[in-house]
């Protein structure tokens, strides 16, 4: 049995894994087989060793049905039988040799006792199961027993005699410990101290009221779910423990994952903003890169053939004009804390776009934030904003040397700062035609 359970133990380990925040299942009904040595000595006898000096050994076996309430606590119900034995007498009424000739031995026909169990050891820091848990018992009985006095010939002990089969109370306090070989079966080795209420246990009615003991070893298995944990051998706090390390590291991996992908994202904003060529078009719009500096480009960055001449005439602004401009206001829109133009605001760029190409007009565009943050982030914020929507007017065809961007950051409001919908307003980029 116990080269079964060790390899029950073997697979189980491969299987347990632990359901954080799942209400857990646990064994908590057990039955019990055991047996050993009944003695009429206890550490608890007198200088005489009670009504028989010397203890005699025998077998006797047993059992019980265990309730665990909680990992410390449980309640069990035990019994037991077998035969107590002693010889020797210390009656002074009889010779030394009668003495040595006579014995005693009591017959436990049946017991049956109710005992609570206290489990001493299962508050491990670093295990969730234990392997050894040291227990303590105590309770109360009731037993039928029958008692045989031998004496020599002719001979009797004071006050003693044969009895038949008597009915009494007694109290069994016990300690011992458990070995925990897998999750559903243990070795038990535990010893017992059964203090009876009755001073004619042994057959001989003296002053003080019998006792006997009960040394045994046997095994308990677990009843319930398979692959669950035993309540008793089972430490919470090394399961909160085990579980708040998971926690954390799982914390520590997403925080690590965040970080990542916002500096990956930071590096591929400044590669695809960035002018390495110098020509007025952002890397990511421009088709023609590594133009000789001082080169003449489109607004795709390409080389012109035949530079155009700069014609300035006089512009006239109408409202139709302007209508473009305050549509691609109200519809411009960007990633939360980013210069990354949203796409649905493409399509009134695209007119703006169309308009500084057909009437060649100049534009202004200047970035505005609240005072949400620091003054250098806002500055930095509101310059890339602008230059976000110069890049992608330039990609549509847009000449770079006719639009100026600029940002203010939170120097310029509009409206309050201290409401959210003032903030809002505060967060624009100005588009001036002239």
Not at 379 to 393: C, W
Request: glycine letters at 10%.
């Amino acid at each position: 049995m116990v080269g079964l359970s060790t390899s029950l133990f073997a697979q189980d380990m491969n299987s347990d894994t632990t359901k954080r925040f799942d209400k857990k299942d646990f064994r908590t009904w057990s039955i019990g087989l055991n047996g050993g040595m009944l003695t009429h000595y206890t550490p608890f006898n007198s200088r005489t060793n009670g009504d028989f000096r010397t203890p005699q050994e025998s077998w006797g076996y047993g059992g019980y049905i265990k309730k665990q309430v909680s990992p410390g606590f449980g309640i069990q119900a035990d019994f037991l039988a077998g035969k107590v034995k002693g010889f020797r007498s210390n009656d002074a009424a009889l010779t030394p040799a009668q003495q040595d000739a006579s014995g005693f031995e009591t017959r436990i026909d049946w017991s049956a006792a109710v005992s609570a169990n206290f489990t001493l050891a299962n508050l491990s820091l670093n295990q969730k199961r234990n392997f050894i848990s040291p227990y303590l018992t105590a309770g109360a009985g009731y037993m039928s027993s029958s008692a045989n006095v031998s004496t020599p010939a002719g001979t009797t002990i004071t006050n003693g005699g044969s009895t038949g089969y008597n009915e009494n109370w007694f109290i069994p306090v016990g300690a011992g410990f458990k070995l925990g070989v897998s999750k559903g079966v243990n070795i038990d080795l535990g010893y017992t101290v059964n203090f009876m209420k009755t001073n004619n246990f042994d057959g001989v009615a003296s002053a003080a009221n019998d006792k006997f003991t009960y040394a045994h070893a046997g095994v308990e298995i677990a009843l319930g779910k398979k692959g669950t944990s035993q309540l008793q051998n089972f430490s919470p706090i090394a399961a909160i423990r085990e579980e708040s390390a998971a926690e954390s590291a799982e914390l520590r991996r997403a925080l690590s994952t965040s970080e990542q992908n916002r500096l990956r994202d930071q590096e591929q904003y400044a590669k695809d903003m960035g002018d390495d060529d110098m020509d007025g078009v952002a890397n990511k719009f421009d088709k023609c890169p590594g133009t000789v500096a001082n080169t003449v480009v489109d607004g795709a960055g390409c080389p012109l053939k035949t530079p155009r001449p700069v014609i300035r005439e006089k512009v006239i602004v109408t409202e139709a004009d302007r209508k473009v401009v305050g549509e691609a206001i109200k519809n411009l829109e960007f990633d939360l804390g980013k210069a990354t133009i949203k796409a649905r605001s493409y399509e009134t760029l695209n007119r703006v776009a169309g308009l500084l190409v057909e009437k060649n007009f100049s534009l202004k565009l200047a970035g505005h934030t609240d005072n949400t943050g620091s003054m250098a982030l806002n500055l930095r914020l509101s310059k890339d904003r602008a230059e976000a929507v110069k890049a992608y007017l330039v990609s549509q065809g847009a000449n770079p040397s006719t639009i100026e961007a600029t940002g203010y950051g939170p120097n310029q409001p509009i409206a309050t700062n201290k409401t959210a919908a003032g903030r809002q307003q505060n967060r624009r980029v100005e588009f001036s035609l002239f």
